[in-house]
């Protein structure tokens, strides 16, 4: 069953510059249970996207077109009353940094234990009982509830940032980068602690990411997005290993193998582009080396390559 359904979202965010796309007409859906990755380079939507969805974005961005349709509503039909009764009840999100998302001078628990009685209307007393379960859920002592974010590590900080999405029980979490700037075993403790609450809760979740190892680890299918657009989007299998636009490609090719030679992966070269002034035709085809004359004057369209595999690009036959 479809749970969310995003269809041709475009977001601008206006600058001293001039009007810049951030998102252009994006589509994808979320299906009850389901993880979905949106991974690509810095600066190709994937967290305007996560803001465009949960309407959280700054007061420079607005979304111009498109819907986001969670359980049959329309989320940017709302206003603000009535939307902040579906964040954290229905959708949540585990922003990327905890650090600079916890309050530094309000203790952790009082943290979680506040969203729990604005939403839930619920007592001082049951609402602290709630926040120590979810210590528990994430694998903290709940005897910690009443320390401050400084004197928490970076993962706990971490877990602390999703008990306190998951507070509410919601049907969707949306995790940003949960995993940024933590090493290693922290990173592989914090994606078996999301497995784990996905499958416990039957929970559906969207995780933003540019690591591919992340997203093959915990996701059921990808988006790949660059410069505001999705490039392409299939299962896991179909990006990792019959990925069909060269931007895909290369993001693999990018990326270490330990069962490879021991060389330095190759580079995408060049840089994104100036969303201000963006290229005709397709976006990457300045960084493209199958580029053709057809692909610097027509956008390509989103079109299927395999069974729910879909890529933009003019050449997808021959490159797949």
């Given amino acids: 069953m479809c749970l969310l359904k995003v269809r041709d979202l475009t977001t601008q965010f206006n600058t001293s510059k001039g009007v810049v796309k951030a998102v252009d007409g994006i589509s994808f859906e979320l299906e009850e249970g389901e993880a979905i990755g949106l991974v690509g380079e810095s600066g190709c939507g994937k967290t305007t996207t996560a803001l465009s969805i949960t309407r959280l974005l700054p007061e420079s961005g607005r979304v111009t077109h498109g819907s986001v349709t969670l359980n049959g509503k329309n989320l940017l039909d709302l206003n603000e009353k009535q939307i902040r009764r579906h964040r954290w009840n229905d959708i949540a999100i585990a922003f990327q940094g905890a650090m600079n998302a916890l309050n530094p001078v309000m203790k952790i628990g009082d943290q979680i234990i506040e969203s729990i009685i604005y ?184 079109e299927e390559v395999g069974a729910g595999h879909f890529a933009a690009c003019h050449r997808k036959e021959e490159l797949a």
Avoid at 142 to 165: L, N, T, W
Avoid at 224 to 235: D, H, L
């Fill in 119 to 302: 939403h839930h209307g619920k007592s001082y007393a049951n609402a602290r009982k709630r926040a120590m379960e979810l210590f528990e859920l994430v694998e903290i002592d709940p005897k910690r509830i009443d320390q401050y974010p400084h004197e928490f590590s970076g993962g706990m900080k971490q877990r602390a940032m999703i008990a306190m999405s998951l507070a509410c029980d919601p049907k969707v979490l949306i995790g940003d980068e949960p995993t940024t700037a933590l090493d290693v075993m922290v990173q592989a403790q914090i994606l078996d602690l999301l497995e784990r609450l996905r499958e416990e809760f039957k929970m559906s979740m969207i995780l933003i990411t540019h690591d591919l190892s992340v997203m093959a680890d915990t996701c059921d299918k990808a988006a790949v997005m660059y410069a505001g657009k999705i490039v392409e989007i299939g299962s896991v299998e179909q990006i990792i290993s019959k990925s069909t636009h060269p931007y895909t490609k290369k993001l693999v090719s990018s990326f270490p193998n330990i069962n490879g030679k021991r060389e330095l992966p190759e580079s995408i070269p060049g840089a994104p582009p100036d969303l201000i002034d963006p290229p005709t035709g397709c976006y990457f085809h300045e960084r493209c080396e199958f580029a053709t004359d057809q692909c610097k004057t027509d956008p390509p369209l989103l």
